[in-house]
């Protein structure tokens, strides 16, 4: 049943995601600011769940959930494209931006929820 949870709610956290690159979407950036915002939120709420959850909840909201909102494959590529197009800046706050931002969103998700020791 676990394993059934964990995937419609990683069906819902790429809905979202889906949703959120059809609302970022701008011509000059392609997806690269959805795809840093959902990986930056995925982070975070990751961050809480492992702090807060039992391994079943880390199944479905951590595996599942969170799993289908980030995606790290279009971040490996997504600088690429921009690199591609001349906008150099751009890819490479993207690339460092993104490590920066994710692993501080984690760890702000860790504190707020109390677990980190």
């Known amino acids: ?5 964990a995937i419609i709610a990683g ?7 889906a949703e959120v690159r059809e ?14 915002a959902v990986n930056v939120t995925g982070a975070f709420v990751l961050g809480v769940v492992i702090s ?3 391994a079943n909840g880390r199944a479905i909201l951590g595996t599942g ?6 995606t790290y494959s279009a971040f490996a590529l997504e600088p690429i494209e921009q690199w ?18 994710g ?4 760890a702000l998700g860790m504190a707020i929820a109390g677990g980190w020791n």
């Open 1 to 5: 049943m676990i394993v059934i949870m």
């Open 11 to 17: 069906g819902l956290g790429g809905l979202l995601r």
């Open 23 to 36: 609302g970022l979407h701008n011509r000059r950036s392609g997806g690269a600011w959805a795809t840093f």
């Open 52 to 54: 807060q959850l039992d």
């Open 65 to 70: 959930f969170t799993g289908g909102l980030t």
């Open 84 to 101: 591609r197009r001349t906008e150099r800046r751009d890819a490479i706050v993207n690339v460092i931006g993104s490590v920066f931002a």
């Open 103 to 106: 692993t501080t969103a984690a």
